[in-house]
Every structure is written in C-alpha cells, then in structure tokens.
C-alpha cells in the first residue's frame, strides 16, 4: 500500500507536538509527513521565551531533537510559509513555490501579536513579543533605550515587563482596562497585582487607550493617550493580545469564526472532514484556547482521530493557571469570576503581605468552584484539586485560605490526600502524579528503586519521608502487602527489632544478625540498630562491635559537612553558659581557626573541625568541663530555655531551672530520630516550646506539657497532652512518653509524624502515658532509670582511650591531615569555598 | 580477591597490619600520593578511592559498609550513595564509578598494589 501525504503547516508548539504524537503512535509506517514552517527554524519552547533574555540560545529554547525528523523521514520545510491549499485538486502551494498533494491536512498555524489600530504604529522602535527575531529585534533597540513601554497588561505583557526591567530599563505597562490580567483575575486582584508589581520598580498605568504614538527623528518618543495625558519613552513592545492566523483557511474556504479562529469539531476536524487545525489558530465553541496545554491536547486529539477515528475528543480544556510574573505568584483557576449561578465568594486580601485569596464555592458552601490567589499560590495545587475532583470542603471552606484553627481538624493530613499535582521534590520539581506513575508502571517496591526512577529525594533528601510514605500508600492501594522490613537484611520492622532485642537481650549487630538476619548489613540496618542496641542497653557508640554500625556522625562524634570536616558542639544544657565556660569556647575555636555561629538551641556550633582535630578539641573542652552536645546523634539535641522567673517581670516559675534538669536527664538518649525540648517561664513562650517533640510551658499552678511537635520541612505545633501538672509527675510523663516512643517509631521517625501516624493520635497517647492503659509504664520508667543512671559522656569516654583516638587520623599509614581541604576567609572567619572559588586565589589550603 | 580486573601490580606498599582496622569498619590511605579507603569485612579486605564524587569531599573511608543482595559496597558518608566495594561502580547512579585498587593481605600487613 503506498503511503498517503500528511501535511502540516506551521512548525510552532502545538505543530510540532502533533507530529511527535504520530511519531510516538507508529504512523510514519502509514503517512508520509511534510510540514511547512514558516519562521527560520524549527519548533521552540514560546513560553519560556523570556528564558532568551536571561542568556538562553535559540538552540537551548529548541523543542526538536537533532535529527528527529531526518531520522522519522518527515519532509520538512523551514523558512518557507504555506500560501494556499487547493481543496479541489488537493494540493498545497508555498511561497517558495513547492507544491505537495496531500490527503490530510493539519493547520497549526498559531496566532499574530494583535497591534491595536494606534497612529504611530509602526515608528521605529515599536515592537511586538511573539518569535525569537522579535526578541533580537527588541534587545538590540534596549540597548539604545532608557524607558520601555509595554502596551497590554495581560500575562504575556508582564513577562515581556519583566524581560524589559530585566534589560536595565525603566519599565512602563500600559494597560486599556481597568486592571491588570482582566481575562484572570478580578479587580481586587488586578489591584493588589499591581501594588506588588508597582514595588517592584515596574509602573503601572491602567485605564488608558493610546490615541498617538509620536516619534523624534523617526524612532519612538512618547505615547498620547486619550486622556490627554502623555509618557515619554524609547521603544513600545505590544501585547494587546492574539489573533488566530486563519488566513490560509479563509482563502480556500474553510468555515471560519466571526471575530476569526478556524471552526473545528470534537475531532479538530474542520468544515472540510479532510482538513483539521489544532491550537491557537483553532476555534472550538466559539472560543480560542491561547495556552500551550490546550493546544497539546489538540495536537493529540487530531492525531488520534488520524489514526483511529473516534477515538479521543476535545471537549474544551481547563484554563486554570498559575504562574511566576515578575516575581509575584498569580493563579486563576475554575469559575474565578463566580459566574456559575448561585456561587458565592469567600476572599482575603491582606495588603500587609501583598496577597489576595478568593475562593468561589457553590450556594451551599459544599463544593469548590473556583478561585483566584495572588501573591502567594502554594495553595494553588491542593485547591485545583478540590474543584477537578468535587471534593466536598470541610465544613468551613475558609479555613482553606488560612492555617488551620486552634484544636481543628487540619483539611489535608497524610500522603493521600496530597493533589497529583503536588510537588513532592523540590529539588528535582517531581510530583506526587510522576511519583505514584512511576510506582504503578514500573511495579517498583523500594524507595531506592522510586528514587533512581524518578530523580525524587535525590537532592536535598527531605522529601524522602514523603515519597516512603507515598510508595506505602500505593503499595497498599495495589493489594500489595506493604513489607515493613527494615532493609533486604532484616524481615522486620524497627518496633519487631526492638522488641527482639529486648526479649532476648541480644547485645550486638552481630548476634542479631546471626539470630535473625541475612547478608551483612547496610547503612539502613545497622544505624538503626545501632540505635536501638544503644537506647536498650546503653553502651558505648564506639566499642570495637557497634564502631561500625554507627553513621559517619556517631563514628566521630561530630557532625559532617560538605567538605569532610565535622563542627562540633558542646552541651550548653538549657541555654545557661558562665562567661569563664563562654571563654573557653572562643579559646578553642581561635586556637583552631574554627568557624563560629550560635545553633537555634542555644547552643554553640564550632565548625570546620578537621578528623584528626577532634580528639585535641574535645580533650581542652573536657578538660574545662563540657561534655559532648549529642548534635551529631539521634538523640536528646537541646531543651532551650527562657530566663523565667528568675529575671523577668512576667515569669510565673522557674523555667531555666527545669530546662538544666530536663536536659541533663535525657542527654545523651539515643531515639529513632533526633528530639528536642524547651521550657518557657510564662504563657508567653519566649522558647517555644510548642515548636518541640516535647515541650513545657509554665503556669501558675505548675508546668503544661505538649507533645509531638516539630520545626523542619512540615512544622506542626505541639499539643497538649496535660495541664498544671507538678515537676515529679511532669517528668514521670516525659519518662513514659520518650520510651514508648522509642519502642514504636519507625525507624527516621520524628514524634509528631509517629503520632500523626498512631491509631486514636493524641487520645490513645494519653490512654498510654497518662492513664496507663497498655499496663506498660512501670517497665517504661523502670528502663528510662536504667538510662539516665547509665549515661557516660562519650567524649570523655573517647579521649581516655588512646587507642580509639587512632581512628581519629585521617591517614592510617602516614601522619598529616587531608590535603585537599581548603579555606577562604569571609567576614572575619573561614569557610569552605564554593566549587567556583577553588582555584582563586584567595582560597588556601587548611593549614 | 579482586585483583581479576585490575591491571599488573608492580609494586606492594604495606600500609598497616589487619588488626588495626575495626571489622566492617574502613580506613584512609595515602598510596602513591593519592587517598585510597581500605575496608575490613571480616577478614576481607578492598580498595577504592576515598574521593566521593557527589560531594567532592575525601570521605568514602569513613562510611558505612555492607552488602547489596551480596555485593559489598559502602554508602558515601555525606549523600549516602553507595559504591560496589569489588568493581567501584555506584549502584545508585550508573554513570558514576569510582577507582578501585588492587589490595591483599600478607602476614597479617594490608598492602595496596601500585600499577
């Protein structure tokens, strides 16, 4: 069977989307494919367009592979344009003068800038923002300029703003209507958009028609407008909007719309069946799809209709939006202007933060039509969420555009309730959709096969929390028993581990192994053991058995930093510090050049500490009585402090006091994750304490604790477990608290995820802790004694022993430290350089 | 051992007895001017370089060793990926390998080929 012709005119997005569908389903088998493109290259990413002025090259804009078409053996022809299609005699001319037979036709002719009918017009120095020859052609005239106009204060008008106050110049945007973005967004909206961009350096003016644009010599010197009012400027860029290229269309006949736009169907077909046209030139129901998404979707349609007719349809598309202009977040989504009948608006604008929220919902508050946020759109994927898939809102839909109130159900707890759209992985921008896609396509079942796969948790690692649960959470939506074994070595759970180890009283990684395991361990099994081995029995981290079980930072003591080097911080228990210990501290980082900088936990980081530095560090801090600050271990970190009762006026108790004893009880307790305490003296909360795994707050009568709270990549607020509770009691419930959480984390698991997490939450909490319904809290105090009476400051445990001070060398077969370590001097001390300072000179070898 | 795929050793330099590393521990070298980390399994030894290409830092000796479904590897101290103690490959990103060096144990002295 001899192939039939396919043609396409125009190379644009949507163009060559098309033809990477057909590529993608096998159709070259079947079609031989011939396109047009106009301009003199090859389809480009439009809609980062902006990017070519932050150093892009058109190659790096490109959309099209080297070679994609040669070696698909599409017929392509650039820099020539379609002229005219002959319907009758099926034929195809261009303005080179090629002419094609063909048998289908695409038209993905895109659309032209619209330049409103101003006198003046076409003065040098006037522009429009569209191909990347009209970007040349505007950085060349900047070059020369001062001021820049932009006429249109739509979405491509203030990027093309953005790219003009980019190129150094004084940036104007001129505006017909009375607000910014009015096809997106309502007049409040318009005016809190304009007051952010306004304070970015950019002028605003709304409510103005151009009557005139004047030159000076021939190039562009000011605009009249209708009001009679004038602006003085160098060069003009318009971007009043778009208009569907549909010329070629007209000209043979094709039905075409009253203000333009090529009439399609569900399958993009025109009126002529063998004919079909796909974004922007297309019109669907009256209506122009003037975003790329449409467009590709288009572009599929047509091209599944090619190959299988009937198979997909376009029904229209969401034109919901969230982008980055100029700097300020704006997002549109749904029914934004409540135009639905009945809707009604719930909106904040809050001009101190520069943000505006609205969220249209039905008549009866029950469902999420639409919305508009400006300023701050993080909302933006959990709301499109709510709207796309019905969701019914919680019984107050405003609660959505704020934190959630005081003791109420936050809307969205747990992985699962996260939008596909979610972004999971900031470092790598992979969502919750590319995740779970991943998961179910390619049958994965371990994290480590999600992040090879997908990139995510492979940046900055906080997210991989997130991602375990995720693949949890599909595993068990996939009927697949969710394996809660620790690693390949171990077909149990940390809690089973733990309760192993109890029951048996198995003392070593080795043993346990041996008892229980396979292989030899990783660097998942054997810190978590490690662990565990040290929160049951409490030996030394470093005896010859558990040295290497231990991660880089319990092995040495310290905590590892990009280069190599450790920091180093002493325990300050509950803030309090001498000024005779203060200066001791600033002796030993003077004396080894160490970089200082004061912790969160009142406390003192020391960094840039060399391996082989450490032993001599700690031996002058032991020597004037610090002990080791267990920064380095999931362990007790700090329990902060305010001055209380001692020194302010509105202390109710002794809060630093407690904080001290606090500290000194459970340092050194090793956990399934670092935690962290505070005391505040009053119901101020100087040391936020509700920001803490647990956290105690003064009253009159006594001290209140929380629980379960945490700082890091999702802050949650601690809650109140008990009130006016006296300090033998208090610390009786922490005793129970902490063991019971060190018997049941996962491993990694901070108290307010293992709480989140826990059956009933903070009521079977205090079922346990409080009213002891397990029947477990003598053995939980009796093994918290255990550890407190056993506690032994490692460092000092580490510097009496010269033969575990070898370890301490960085060579085992020479003396001297890393060679390859260097510093530079900043602010009056050093650090690492960056990758880009290495070789200049002011970055020296650590002496 | 490993020396399979390496290149012909001219030389053995003996670096310390066995008994100094910790088992399943590891240790930093200086061979020939370069870092080279000596793992202890047992009593097997192996050798890669102690530069971490994630983190341009000198620092595979001191990470953790064990095992992937029976291959030995250590995982890097700083960004956790781990390296096939016997070929020096990454097991978690392809494209990355690491030296690897010809090592053995003579009269309970650890000794790294030079080649």
Known sequence: MTKKNLVVIGNGMVGHKFLQCMIDKGATADWNLITFCEEPRVAYDRVNLSGFFLGKTADDLSLVEPDLYKNNNIQIHIGDRASTIDRTSKIITSANGVSVNYDKVVLATGSYPFVPPIKGKDTDGTFVYRTIEDLEAMSAHAKKSKIGVVIGGGLLGLECANALKNMGLETHVVEFAPRLMPVQIDDVGGHVLKDQIEALGVKVHVNKSTTEIVNENGTVHKMVFADGSELQTDMIVFSAGIRP???????????????????????????????????????????????????????????????????????????????????????????????????????????????????????????????????????????????????????????????????????????????????????NNVTKAQICNAIQDQGLTDISAVKKCTNAGTGCGGCVPLVTDLLKAELKAAGIEVKKDICEHFAFSRQELYSLIRTHQIKTFDELLDRHGSGSGCEICKPAIGSILASAWNDYVLTPTHAGLQDTNDAFLANIQKDGTYSVIPRIPGGEITPNMLIVIGEVARDFNLYTKITGGQRIDLLGARVDQLPLIWARLVNAGFESGHAYGKALRTVKSCVGSTWCRFGVQDSTSLAIEIELRYRGLRAPHKFKSAVSGCTRECAEAQSKDFGIIATEKGWNLYVCGNGGIRPQHAQLIAEDLNKETLIQYIDRFLMFYIRTANRLERTATWMNKMEGGLDYLKQVIIHDSLGICAELEAEMAYQVQTYACEWKTTIADPEKLQRFNHFVNVDGPDPSLMRVEERGQVRPPFDHERSEERSVVMP | MTQTTIPAVSQWQTICPLTRIIPNTGVCALVNNEQVAIFRIGNEVFAIANYDPFSKAYVLSRGIVGDRQGIPKVASPIYKQNFNLITGECLDDESVSVPVFPVRVIDGQIQVGIT
């Open chain 1, 245 to 427: 290229r549909d010329d070629i269309a007209r000209d043979c006949g094709l039905v075409v719309g009253d203000r333009g736009g090529i009439v399609v169907n569900e399958a993009c077909q025109t009126s002529d069946p063998d004919i079909h046209a796909i974004g922007e030139c297309a019109l669907y129901e009256n209506r122009i799809y003037g975003l790329v998404a449409p467009g590709y979707t288009m572009a599929t349609v047509a091209a599944d209709h090619l190959c299988e007719p009937e198979s997909n349809q376009f029904t229209g598309a969401d034109m919901s939006t969230k982008l980055k202009l100029l700097g300020v977040d704006v997002a549109s989504f749904g029914d934004a202007f409540a135009k639905t009948p009945g809707s009604k608006e719930i909106a904040i604008k809050d001009s101190v933060n520069g943000t505006y929220k609205k969220l249209v919902v039905n008549e009866s508050g029950s469902l999420l039509l639409g919305g508009i946020l400006i300023g701050d759109a993080s909302a933006y994927g959990n709301l499109l969420q709510l709207v796309q898939n019905a969701i019914v809102l919680p019984p107050h839909p405003e609660d959505l555009l704020m934190p959630p109130r005081e003791g109420g159900l936050s809307f969205s707890m747990g992985v699962e309730s996260l939008p596909d759209t979610a972004q999971i992985c900031s470092c």
